[in-house]
């Protein structure tokens, strides 16, 4: 037998080790497309309903939120976590209110508090808003807005309450969870909530 014979191969093993090699690729760009690389940085809270406080756009007023939950627990500033309820965002004014943006300093002028209820805990909540600290020493008109988020984004309560002066506070809404999730009582029958320190 000669060399050249021993090493001569047959076209139906070149096809099967061709497709060998072809399946091989497909499934490892298939598995790199089932793994995606996860993206940094990026919070999907869950939330069945979110409480914002805003109030007008470049204030230096510092207004703070106060919510009871159904457990007697309270969420502001400086308890930011209660159960299912979370302070996702404490506004001061003015205060910490810049962002860099390609290399400038930019101002936000929003002025808003953000309380998330992230799961359904049957009971009433009351929410009551303090006038902290005051740089213009006026009233200031604070907007309440309860919205229910899952199925669908409803809004359950839109109001406004009027703080006149630094160390004000005011229930703006009492709100009852029924077990099945429904908002119900809501009234403004007032209760202090602020722990004077």
């Given at each position: 037998?000669?060399?050249?014979?021993?090493?001569?191969?047959?076209?139906?093993?070149?096809?099967?080790?061709?497709?060998?090699?072809?399946?091989?690729?497909l499934?490892?760009?298939?598995?790199?497309?089932?793994?995606?690389?996860?993206?940094?940085?990026?919070?999907?809270?869950?939330?069945?309903?979110?409480?914002?406080?805003?109030?007008?756009?470049?204030?230096?007023?510092?207004?703070?939120?106060?919510?009871?939950?159904?457990?007697?627990q309270?969420?502001?500033?400086?308890?930011?976590?209660?159960?299912?309820?979370?302070?996702?965002?404490?506004?001061?004014?003015?205060?910490?209110?810049?962002?860099?943006?390609?290399?400038?300093?930019?101002?936000?002028?929003?002025?808003?508090?953000?309380?998330?209820?992230?799961?359904v805990?049957?009971?009433?909540y009351?929410?009551?808003?303090?006038?902290?600290?005051?740089?213009?020493?006026?009233?200031?008109?604070?907007?309440?807005?309860?919205?229910?988020?899952n199925?669908?984004?409803?809004?359950?309560?839109?109001?406004?309450?009027?703080?006149?002066?630094?160390?004000?506070?005011?229930?703006?809404?009492?709100?009852?969870?029924?077990?099945?999730?429904?908002?119900?009582?809501?009234?403004?029958?007032?209760?202090?909530?602020?722990?004077?320190?």
């Amino acid at each position: 037998m000669r060399t050249k014979d021993r090493f001569r191969s047959d076209p139906f093993t070149d096809l099967l080790f061709n497709a060998l090699l072809g399946f091989t690729f497909l499934f490892l760009v298939a598995i790199m497309f089932m793994n995606p690389e996860a993206k940094t940085g990026i919070i999907d809270p869950k939330a069945e309903y979110i409480l914002t406080i805003t109030w007008k756009d470049n204030s230096p007023d510092d207004i703070d939120v106060w919510v009871e939950d159904p457990e007697g627990q309270l969420v502001y500033f400086r308890a930011t976590e209660a159960g299912l309820l979370h302070l996702d965002r404490d506004d001061r004014g003015l205060v910490n209110d810049t962002i860099i943006i390609n290399g400038e300093e930019v101002q936000n002028p929003l002025n808003q508090e953000v309380v998330t209820l992230r799961g359904v805990v049957k009971g009433e909540y009351i929410v009551n808003l303090h006038y902290y600290a005051s740089e213009t020493n006026k009233p200031v008109d604070v907007n309440v807005r309860l919205a229910k988020v899952n199925p669908k984004l409803e809004i359950v309560y839109y109001g406004t309450v009027n703080l006149q002066k630094k160390g004000d506070e005011k229930t703006a809404v009492r709100f009852s969870i029924t077990r099945n999730g429904k908002v119900s009582g809501i009234n403004f029958l007032p209760k202090p909530l602020v722990i004077v320190n």
